[in-house]
């Protein structure tokens, strides 16, 4: 089945590093991806890996797949008052045509405090 | 280049009426999406357009619901009658097809919609 799940909450102070963490089941997943959404914006797309990485690095975010235990994370550095959001999981999930369609989980709400 | 756009941003109706959602792709996308989030659960899956035609429609609640895509531009979404259920943010997505598996979709500010 299709299902991806990851924690409500998140809170870290200004300046540590954050750690969001997420599991998905499907096994046919190519794509894996990492939606931000701030308040009263749509969702913007952070990053993504394709299912054969295990690591992927760009500036302050870290993204590490595990594909044998299904399990991604989003790394955050340096985490700023900005980084206040809810970030969702997502994985890619072939479908009946050359496009995917997206399963997403619940969202985490990272809280930053002083 | 304008990006996904949807209409109205927030819509506040009676349990009964009907509302519909309109969402305009970015140009020369033939993929569009429906998702629903409800009440800060995860964001749900509705359904899949390719061009006009509807690929993938398992993710709809119930015949309440009715996407369409005329000409493969825009969509709307139509509910009716709506319940307070359906209340909840509904978000509209497209990508442009380039090979199996890579889907980079463009989302939309979404539709808050309260059923009262």
């Known amino acids: 089945g299709e299902d991806v799940e990851q924690s409500l909450f998140l809170s870290v102070r200004e300046g540590d590093s954050s750690v969001i963490n997420c599991t998905y089941t499907?096994?046919?997943?190519?794509?894996l991806y990492w939606y931000k959404q701030e308040p009263g914006a749509g969702l913007q797309l952070l990053t993504y890996?394709?299912?054969?990485?295990d690591m992927k690095q760009d500036q302050r975010l870290t993204v590490l797949l595990n594909k044998k235990d299904k399990h991604l994370s989003l790394r955050i550095a340096d985490t700023q008052t900005g980084d206040s959001a809810i970030y969702f999981c997502?994985?890619?999930?072939?479908?009946?045509?050359?496009?995917?369609?997206?399963?997403f989980g619940s969202g985490t709400r990272l809280s930053i405090r002083p | 280049e304008a990006g996904v756009t949807q209409f109205p941003s927030h819509s506040v109706i009676e349990k009964g009426q009907t509302v519909t959602l309109r969402c305009d792709p970015i140009?020369?996308?033939?993929?569009l999406y429906w998702y629903r989030r409800v009440m800060g659960k995860e964001i749900k899956f509705l359904l899949h357009?390719?061009?006009?035609?509807?690929?993938?429609e398992s993710g709809m609640p119930n015949n309440r619901f009715l996407a369409e895509r005329t000409g493969g531009t825009y969509s709307t979404l139509k509910v009716q009658p709506a319940e307070l259920e359906d209340s909840g943010v509904y978000f509209c997505?497209?990508?442009?097809?380039?090979?199996?598996?890579?889907?980079?979709?463009?989302f939309g500010q979404g539709t808050r919609l309260t059923v009262v």
């Open positions: 357009f390719v061009k006009e035609s509807k690929q993938d």
């Open positions: 140009s020369g996308h033939d993929n």
């Open positions: 890996i394709f299912s054969n990485m």
């Open positions: 997505a497209s990508s442009l097809t380039r090979g199996k598996g890579n889907t980079e979709a463009f």
């Open positions: 997502a994985e890619s999930v072939p479908g009946y045509s050359s496009a995917s369609k997206i399963i």
């Open positions: 499907d096994s046919s997943s190519t794509y």
